[in-house]
T-cell receptor, first 114, second 113 residues
Framework: GDSVTQMEGPVTLSEEAFLTINCTYT??????LFWYVQYPGEGLQLLLK?????DKGSNKGFEATYRKETTSFHLEKGSVQVSDSAVYFC?????????????FGTGTRLLVSP | DAGITQSPRHKVTETGTPVTLRCHQT?????MYWYRQDPGHGLRLIHY???????DKGEVSDGYSVSRSKTEDFLLTLESATSSQTSVYFC????????????FGSGTRLTVV
């Protein structure tokens, strides 16, 4: 079945460092891809999305490019802040599932220190 | 988030007792979902609903049942709670089977002792 693999965390960075969180997927067809963020004690929030190959999703300084050839959707940010500390989830929605269900990765915790 | 609320936010219950969690939305979205979040597993789908009285199982549905008698309410029932059901439960809604993503509630932390 469809699946998402994320790098294990935690990822620990100093403020203003460059961030990459890797995400690869396995799916039939051409899935839509998402990044969600979960701040402590809260539910998940949609961060960005991409619906077709070579699309770049972006929001709040975060970016991710849909790479069909490498089945990847890595999350990047040029300069992280302490307020970016959260858990980040990569997810996919496949058109072949017959119903819109999101499949999530296991999440990657990001810790940013001042 | 405004538009979707879960209750209770926290609950401690004893093994063998039934427990019902409630998800309430004011967005009039057709689709509703229950997930559980556990360390090392991320989010796993328990049940989902695609309309009033229309529900189906997700990947971890054993020991859970759901009901949706109104568009705005989606109830998750643990028929006889077990310690393995200690988890954080999230409800989500979506408007269409499109690329709009989900809106999540703030979660219910359930502890079964």
């Amino acid at each position: 079945g469809d699946s998402v693999t994320q790098m294990e965390g935690p990822v620990t960075l100093s403020e203003e460092a460059f961030l990459t969180i890797n995400c690869t997927y396995t799916a039939t067809g051409y899935p839509s891809l998402f990044w969600y963020v979960q701040y402590p004690g809260e539910g998940l929030q949609l961060l960005l999305k991409a619906t077709k190959a070579d699309d770049k999703g972006s929001n709040k300084g975060f970016e991710a490019t849909y790479r069909k050839e490498t089945t990847s959707f890595h999350l990047e940010k040029g300069s992280v802040q302490v307020s970016d500390s959260a858990v980040y989830f990569c997810a996919l929605r496949s058109l072949n599932t017959g119903f819109q269900k999101l499949v999530f990765g296991t999440g990657t915790r990001l810790l940013v220190s001042p | 988030d405004a538009g979707i609320t879960q209750s209770p936010r926290h609950k401690v219950t004893e093994t063998g007792t039934p427990v019902t969690l409630r998800c309430h939305q004011t967005e009039n979205h057709r689709y509703m979902y229950w997930y559980r979040q556990d360390p090392g597993h991320g989010l796993r789908l328990i049940h989902y609903s695609y309309g009033v009285k229309d529900t189906d199982k997700g990947e971890v549905s054993d020991g859970y049942s759901v009901s949706r008698s109104k568009t705005e309410d989606f109830l998750l029932t643990l028929e006889s709670a077990t310690s393995s059901q200690t988890s954080v439960y999230f409800c989500a809604i979506s408007e269409l089977q499109g690329d709009y993503g989900y809106t999540f509630g703030s979660g219910t932390r359930l502890t079964v002792v």
